[in-house]
């Protein structure tokens, strides 16, 4: 069912027009990469269940829809290069054929082939913290499908606009010796999947969607702790001014190697305070727009809910 854009906070109309009228549409194909790839149960619950989404949580979406319609402009212009060209590749999953469709954002060609890539905004945290798998499956996938159209891809990356980053974090890390992306646009470069590989996952996920058309909400298959974007429990050591831990300090695994470092310090640990950190579901507490409605999240992850 559809999403209903509210405006809390009295945005101007453009915005909410921007929201309402996104384009966006997988063609006529059963299931869109990006679909297949999502949490099965988020799924399931937002195609039965009418849901709010304030058009504040949708400005990012709007300025990256707006970044890809300039960058598929601006792409249109160079020679060989196609942007924006939607997909559609055939699978056979038990008795049944599905059509699954994918936008590829840009493809270039090189000496060797064509360079496939994606563009994403994110947080540096991602950047720090390594390609996720869901963007590796999601470009793989679709670099089977530019292939069975006769093109050779030879190199993939993702380029992600760091929405958060700051100079002077850079300048902080460079004297900590911790790393930081050096700009704006940090560059995944993304390592290949075998066919069979791509093949065989896309199999699975639409096994897994097309079984939970028949369950009850109560019964839907749980999100793992990859798809929750879980942030394990942990012990860090912070100052008693800030809730940040220090440096180095973040991810302990008991309070005793916590407290030690505390006391190791050169000042003795004056000023700081160890303490237990509680594991989140980022995505549930902050992204998901159907948590209120999933059984998982109101007996398990906030049973106060």
């Not at 999403?3 to 909410?16: A, D, F, L, P």
């Not at 390594?130 to 069975?148: A, C, M, P, S």
């Not at 704006?184 to 058309?213: G, S, Y």
């Not at 509680?278 to 999933?294: I, M, P, W």
């Amino acid at each position: 069912m559809p999403e209903i854009i509210t405006n809390k906070t009295g945005m101007s109309r453009c915005w909410v027009d921007a929201a309402i009228n996104d384009d966006y549409s997988k063609g006529d194909a059963d299931y869109s990469v990006t679909g297949v790839l999502a949490p099965a149960q988020v799924v399931a619950l937002c195609s039965r269940h009418e849901y709010k989404v304030d058009v504040t949580e949708m400005v990012w979406s709007i300025l990256g829809n707006a970044v890809h319609s300039l960058l598929e402009r601006m792409g249109g212009q160079e020679k060989g290069v196609f942007n924006e060209q939607r997909h559609f590749y055939k699978i056979k999953v038990g008795d049944k054929t599905f059509v699954v469709s994918g936008a590829v954002d840009r493809c270039e060609p090189t000496d060797e082939g064509y360079h496939l890539k994606d563009f994403k905004i994110s947080k540096v945290w991602t950047a720090k913290h390594g390609l996720k798998d869901e963007w590796k499956h999601q470009t793989n996938i679709y670099r089977l499908f530019v292939e069975k159209k006769g093109l050779k891809v030879n190199q993939i990356s993702i380029e992600m606009l760091c929405k958060d980053w700051e100079i002077r974090d850079l300048m902080i890390a460079r004297k900590k010796g911790d790393y930081y992306p050096e700009n704006q646009v940090h560059v995944f470069d993304v390592p290949f999947m075998t066919n069979d590989e791509v093949d065989a996952l896309l199999r699975e996920r639409i096994e897994i969607h097309e079984a939970v058309k028949v369950l009850p909400d109560s019964q839907l298959p749980e999100c793992s702790e990859e798809e929750r974007w879980c942030r394990d429990s942990r012990y860090i050591v912070r100052k008693e001014t800030s809730d940040r831990a220090l440096p180095k300090a973040g991810n302990f695994d008991s309070m005793a190697e916590a407290e030690e470092w505390r006391t190791n310090r050169k000042d003795k640990g004056e000023g700081c305070v160890a303490e237990f950190r509680q594991g989140t579901s980022v995505r549930c507490e902050r992204f998901c727009h159907v948590s209120h409605l999933c059984h998982q999240y109101r007996t398990k992850i906030n049973p106060k809910f």
